[in-house]
C-alpha cells in the first residue's frame, strides 16, 4: 500500500521520518526519495536480517539514514542516542514480512520444513517452547482470541499433550498433526490450511506484537512534532483494534485529526500482485497544533 502511505503522510522536502517497522527498506526509500534532498530517516527494525538489507538498499542515501537494532517502542530511547529531530512522519508497518515468511530456517511458515522458532529477533523463548509452557485453557484461549480459530478447544485438547509427551520440533511435524485434526471442508467454502491460525497465534505470542504495539503508539504519538503525521498498516483484526481506538481517543481529545475515517485497504490490482495483503488495514491520522481545530 505504498501510494496509500505517501497519500496519508504527505512527504515534503527537508521533513524528518521514522520507520518504525523499516523491514527492507522499501517504505524508507519512499519517503526518503519524497523528503530529498536533505530530508532525514530513522529506521528501527528487531530483526538483524532485514537491517542488513535494508543498510544495503539504502546505502546510496548515506548521511540521511540512521538505522538502529531495537522493537518500535524503543523510538524515544533511539531519537535522544541519535540526538535525531521530532518526525513529522512516522511508519508502522505491523505483522510479517513476506522476507521472514520465505526464509525456512526462521520457522515463520509451513509452506517449507523449520525449526518452531519465529522469533524476529532471534532472541529469547522460541515458538517450540512457548508451547512446552502453554497448557490446553491457555492454548485454546490464544487461539481463539488471536487467531479467531472456530476449533481452538479441539486443537488445543490434542496439541499440548501431544507436545508435552512428544515435542513438535519442525513447522511441517506440527502442520501435518493439525491437518489430521480438521474438519472436512463444507462443499463451496474456501479452505485455509489448518494450521494457519494456530501458526499466526503462535508469531504473535513469541514476538509480543499486541504487546508491542499498545507500548508503541503513545510513544510514537509524543515523539511527532506539531502537525507530524502518523500511518500504521496492520493485519490482524486485534491490531487494528488497537488502533482504532488510541486514534480515535486522541481525535476525541483535540489532539488528532483522523485522514481516514475508515481504514483504507488495498486495491484488487495489488492484491492480485501480493495476496498477502488481503488483509492489510491502513489507518493514519495527524497530531494537532496547540488550539488547532481538526478539519
Not at 535525531?84 to 520444513?113: H, T, V
Not at 490450511?193 to 494456530?198: G, Q
Not at 489532539?255 to 493514519?284: G, I
Not at 491520522?285 to 478539519?295: P, S
Amino acid at each position: 500500500m505504498l501510494e496509500e502511505v505517501l497519500a496519508m503522510l504527505s512527504p515534503e522536502p527537508g521533513e524528518p521520518a521514522a520507520d518504525l517497522t523499516v523491514g527492507a527498506g522499501g517504505h524508507a526509500r519512499a519517503l526518503l526519495e519524497r523528503t530529498g534532498p536533505d530530508g532525514s530517516l530513522l529506521g528501527l527494525d528487531r530483526d538483524p536480517e532485514a537491517l542488513r538489507l535494508a543498510r544495503r538498499g539504502l546505502e546510496e542515501f548515506g548521511g540521511r539514514v540512521v538505522l538502529r537494532a531495537g522493537t518500535s517502542e524503543s523510538l524515544r530511547d533511539a531519537l535522544r542516542a541519535e540526538s535525531f529531530p521530532a518526525p513529522a512522519m512516522i511508519l508502522l508497518d505491523l505483522g510479517c514480512s513476506s522476507m521472514q515468511l520465505d526464509e525456512k530456517d526462521r520457522g515463520f511458515s509451513f509452506r517449507f520444513e523449520g525449526p518452531l522458532d519465529m522469533r524476529m529477533s532471534g532472541s529469547g523463548p522460541t515458538a517450540k517452547d512457548l508451547l512446552s509452557r502453554m497448557d490446553e485453557q491457555a492454548l485454546a484461549d490464544a487461539l481463539f482470541k488471536l487467531g479467531d480459530e472456530p476449533y481452538a478447544r479441539k486443537i488445543a485438547r490434542a496439541v499440548a499433550p501431544r507436545h508435552k509427551l512428544k515435542p513438535f520440533k519442525t513447522t511441517t511435524e506440527l502442520a501435518e498433526f493439525v491437518e489430521g485434526l480438521a474438519p472436512s471442508r463444507a462443499p463451496g467454502r474456501r479452505r485455509i490450511h489448518p494450521a494457519t491460525r494456530l501458526f499466526q497465534t503462535l508469531r504473535i505470542l513469541v514476538n509480543d506484537e499486541l504487546g508491542t504495539l499498545e507500548r508503541t503508539l503513545p510513544v510514537a504519538w509524543d515523539a511527532l512534532g506539531p502537525g507530524g503525521r502518523l500511518a500504521v498498516i496492520s493485519f490482524h483484526s486485534g491490531e487494528d483494534r488497537i488502533v482504532k481506538t488510541f486514534l480515535r481517543e486522541r481525535a476525541k481529545a483535540d489532539e488528532a485529526e483522523l485522514l481516514c475515517k475508515k481504514p483504507l485497504e488495498p486495491t484488487d490490482a495489488e492484491v492480485e500482485r501480493n495476496p498477502r495483503a488481503r488483509s492489510a488495514k491502513l489507518r493514519a491520522a495527524r497530531k494537532l497544533r496547540t488550539g488547532e481545530a481538526a478539519a
